[in-house]
């Protein structure tokens, strides 16, 4: 393989999103394209999910999302692959006016190696904060693993498709057992395309 890695590489996820169209594009040619943009020297794709449509939130409020997971490997440190994730963003038009607002393309670094950042500390912070924080207040760093995998279904059944054993590096319980604790009806919302 023709590839510069050495070493050091991480497994890392990373789940997709939008519900905008990009020019002509409707959101699964978006997420489709951005999949492609994630290959290079140093992130090998190594698994893609089905792609999966989930509602907007709250109802009615715009289109149905188009969700999806993948495992890539990277010699990338999780900084650096964030960038580059913001990166593919801006080519695919994504405006970070409003969180949580409709956008044409989401990329979440979900999982790095399994290393929690900033640290215990901070991550346990994120993930306590009440919903209403949550909507008002963005972390200024990264956090890792992602604080809200284990409420959002459109992220665990994507993931589930892709590594349904990884197991949260700081709950402790794999991608299925945080799945089968959610509501089935919120499950049941995210489809296969």
Same mark, same amino acid.
């Given at each position: ?19 905008? /169209?990009?020019?002509?594009?409707? /959101?699964?040619?978006?997420? +489709? ?15 893609? +999910?089905?792609?999966?449509? $989930?509602?907007?939130? &709250? ?15 990277? +010699?990338? $440190? ?7 994730? #913001? ?12 969180? !949580? ?10 999982? #790095?190696?399994?290393?929690?950042? /900033? ?6 912070? !994120? *993930?306590?904060?009440?919903?209403? @924080? ?6 200024? *760093?990264?956090?890792?693993? #992602? &604080?809200?995998? *284990? ?12 590594? /349904?054993? !990884?197991? #949260?590096?700081?709950?402790?319980? @794999? ?16 489809? &296969?395309?």
């Amino acid at each position: 393989m023709g590839s510069k890695m050495a070493g050091n590489l991480k497994t890392s996820l990373i789940a997709l999103g939008g519900n905008l /169209p990009v020019d002509a594009d409707a /959101p699964q040619a978006t997420l +489709s394209k951005a999949v492609a943009a994630l290959q290079s020297d140093d992130v090998v794709l190594r698994r893609v +999910s089905r792609f999966f449509q $989930t509602p907007c939130f &709250p109802a009615g409020a715009g289109p149905d999302y188009v969700n999806a997971a993948v495992a890539v490997e990277t +010699s990338l $440190t999780a900084r650096a692959l964030l960038a580059r994730l #913001h990166e593919i963003e801006e080519q695919f038009d994504r405006v970070r006016e409003q969180r !949580w607002g409709m956008r044409t393309l989401d990329l979440d670094l979900i999982d #790095h190696g399994g290393a929690v950042l /900033p640290d215990a500390d901070g991550f346990a912070r !994120w *993930q306590g904060l009440p919903l209403e @924080t949550q909507m008002q207040e963005a972390p200024g *760093q990264l956090i890792l693993p #992602h &604080p809200r995998i *284990q409420d959002r279904a459109f992220v665990l059944v994507p993931l589930c498709d892709i590594t /349904p054993r !990884w197991r #949260h590096p700081v709950l402790q319980k @794999t991608a299925a057992g945080l799945l089968a604790e959610l509501p089935p009806a919120d499950v049941a919302e995210v489809t &296969p395309l």
